[in-house]
């Protein structure tokens, strides 16, 4: 799941080299941590949250399918 976050993540931002993801587990929940550029922030955010919120559903779909709870954090 964090390599699907990052391969979707490097395809929307102008500087792929930046993009770094990050997998931490708290107590039956992954949490995925993304981090980008300041200034691609806008590109995995989207307007109106859009981006971020069809990243989330696909990681939601893709956990589902695993029997796992899955969240993506987008981080600064």
């Known amino acids: 799941m964090k390599a699907l976050v990052e391969t979707i993540a490097k395809a929307l931002v102008d500087d792929p080299s930046l993009v770094v993801t990050a ?3 708290e107590e039956d929940t992954l949490i995925i941590k993304l981090t980008v550029a300041k200034e691609d922030m806008g590109r995995i955010i989207g307007k109106e ?7 989330r559903t696909i990681l939601n779909a893709v956990s589902t399918k695993d029997n796992k709870k899955a969240v993506l954090k987008i981080v600064e």
Do not use: D, L, Q
């Open 49 to 55: 949250g859009r981006t971020a919120k069809a990243i």
């Open 23 to 25: 997998e931490e587990t």
